[in-house]
T-cell receptor, first 113, second 114 residues
């Protein structure tokens, strides 16, 4: 158990819909990362927050957005969902950020029908 | 961003030593090199991290040459349970004063055979 929690574990929705994925980092970790993993794309870094502020951006679509709240939990919002958004979404946290060791959550499996 | 290149797959047999090399030609001065292991449907798990020369822990060794343009993860005496995807990550620790940067490679699928 990494100490990072993600909800829900599974999510099934339809194209065009909007969903919110939630992540609670390990106690004391200031940085939260979001990743998307699909069969054909591997592990893709989406975005990083550090103590409430956006710190790094990867291959995140404009239809996706994220935020980190004062209590340090984070949410990833996915809108206008397409079939290709079906993937495992991982959240990770680290004490600081960047190259520090990241602790990954169990992931949320999103299925878009 | 310091992009990384790894072999797509590797095969080994139980009891052998496995070396997985990652190329990161554009690594920056402040970048660290980190390796992660991932089993199917699980989040990646930290294995080892280093900046230069050699780092060893209870599960692996990390060799980094002087130019730091590559690194090699060494797994001694692998077992079937070491079958997983191994990712090389290059990034700069975010100390709050500079932006953190990070990039995961595509990963190397290691298959260990009996």
């Amino acid at each position: 158990d990494s100490g990072v929690t993600q909800t829900p574990k599974h999510l099934i929705t339809a194209t065009g819909q909007r969903v919110t994925l939630r992540c609670s980092p390990r106690s004391g970790d200031l940085s939260v990362y979001w990743y998307q993993q699909s069969l054909d794309q591997g592990l893709q870094f989406l975005i990083q927050y550090y103590n409430g502020e956006e710190r790094a951006k990867g291959n995140i679509l404009e239809r996706f957005s994220a935020q980190q709240f004062p209590d340090l939990h984070s949410e990833l919002n996915l809108s206008s969902l397409e079939l290709g958004d079906s993937a495992l979404y991982f959240c990770a946290s680290s004490p600081l950020g960047g190259g520090d060791e990241q602790f990954f959550g169990p992931g949320t499996r999103l299925t878009v029908l | 961003l310091a992009k990384t290149t790894q072999p797509i797959s590797m095969d080994s047999y139980e009891g052998q030593e496995v070396n997985i090399t990652c190329s990161h030609n554009n690594i920056a001065t402040n970048d660290y090199i980190t390796w992660y292991q991932q089993f199917p449907s699980q989040g990646p798990r930290f294995i080892i991290q280093g900046y230069k020369t050699k780092v060893t822990n209870e599960v692996a060794s990390l060799f980094i040459p002087a130019d730091r343009k590559s690194s090699t993860l060494s797994l001694p005496r692998v077992s079937l349970s070491d079958t997983a995807v191994y990712y090389c990550l290059v990034g700069e620790p975010d100390r709050g004063s500079t932006l953190g940067r990070l990039y995961f490679g595509r990963g190397t699928q290691l298959t260990v055979w009996p």
